[in-house]
């Protein structure tokens, strides 16, 4: 099983960048997927989330500026950052979920996004 993401990078405050995650070794339309993020000294959160249904969730924090969406033909999900704040940077994963008496999980690597002028 196989999470890639990419997309990530250096950007100013106020600006736009769009995450990408592409999967393999899943059937990747059964699987709920997430972005998380991890600032240093900090726990990694839930920032964005889409379940196999299509239904999303934000944390407070990002809603109105984040997207999340999913390609089930591509075996991909995306998420648009819109407006970014210094507080976004962060590494962002890439996750995917599926089970419930039995959960199977898996994490990308991470990519780096700094958001700075």
């Known amino acids: 099983v196989q999470l890639v993401e990419s997309g990530g990078g250096l950007v100013q405050p106020g600006g736009s960048l769009r995450l990408s995650c592409t999967s393999s070794?899943?059937?990747?339309?059964?699987?709920?997927m997430g972005w998380y993020r991890q600032a240093p000294g900090k726990q990694r959160e839930l920032v964005a989330s889409?379940?196999?249904?299509?239904?999303?969730s934000y944390v407070d924090s990002v809603k109105g500026r984040f997207t999340i969406s999913r390609d089930n033909v591509k075996n991909a999900v995306h998420l648009q950052m819109n407006s970014l704040e210094s507080e976004d940077t962060a590494v962002y994963y890439c996750?995917?979920?599926?089970?419930?008496?039995?959960?199977?999980?898996?994490w990308g690597q991470g990519t780096q996004v700094t958001v700075s002028s």
């Open positions: 996750n995917a979920r599926v089970g419930v008496s039995r959960v199977y999980e898996y």
């Open positions: 070794g899943i059937t990747f339309y059964a699987y709920d």
């Open positions: 889409i379940t196999s249904a299509g239904s999303t």
